[in-house]
C-alpha cells in the first residue's frame, strides 16, 4: 500500500503560482511513476503531469511551459510547481502512484486531493 497527502493548495489571483506537495509513505516510493490530475467541478478528472523514478517527465498540453512536476526519491515526495495560473486551472489536484501515462487507471494509488482556487 501507498499512502499519499497532498498539501499546498489555495486561493491565487490569474498570473499568480503555487507549488503543490505529495508526501508518500508505505511501499517503495521510487519505484513508482507518480503523477498528478485535476478535477474541476462537474468535469472528468484530467491528467496534468507525471514523472517516472528516474525523472522522465510528460505533461498535458494545456500546462506545458506553466507547471513543472519534480521529485525528491530522499524525501518520498512529488511536487507540482504551478505557475502563469488561469481562471481554468482551478481545480480540486490529486496526487497517484502508478505507472507512467496519462490514464487514472494507470494509477493505483491516490491522495485526498487539494484544492487550487484561482481568480480572475
Known amino acids: 500500500q501507498v499512502q499519499l497527502v497532498e498539501s499546498g493548495g489555495g486561493l491565487v489571483q490569474a498570473g499568480g503560482s503555487l507549488r503543490l506537495s505529495c508526501a508518500a509513505s508505505?511501499?517503495?516510493?521510487?519505484?513508482?511513476?507518480m503523477g498528478w490530475f485535476r478535477q474541476a467541478p462537474g468535469k472528468e478528472r484530467e491528467f496534468v503531469a507525471a514523472?517516472?523514478?528516474?525523472?522522465?517527465?510528460l505533461y498535458a498540453d494545456s500546462v506545458k511551459g506553466r507547471f513543472t512536476i519534480s521529485r525528491d526519491n530522499a524525501k518520498n515526495t512529488v511536487y507540482l510547481q504551478l505557475n502563469s495560473l488561469k481562471p481554468e486551472d482551478t481545480a480540486v489536484y490529486y496526487c497517484?502512484?502508478?505507472?507512467?501515462?496519462?490514464?487514472?487507471?494507470?494509477?493505483?494509488?491516490w491522495g485526498q486531493g487539494t484544492q487550487v482556487t484561482v481568480s480572475s
Open positions: 497517484a502512484a502508478g505507472r507512467l501515462g496519462p490514464r487514472v487507471g494507470d494509477y493505483d494509488y
Open positions: 508505505g511501499r517503495t516510493f521510487s519505484s513508482y511513476a
Open positions: 514523472i517516472t523514478w528516474n525523472v522522465y517527465t
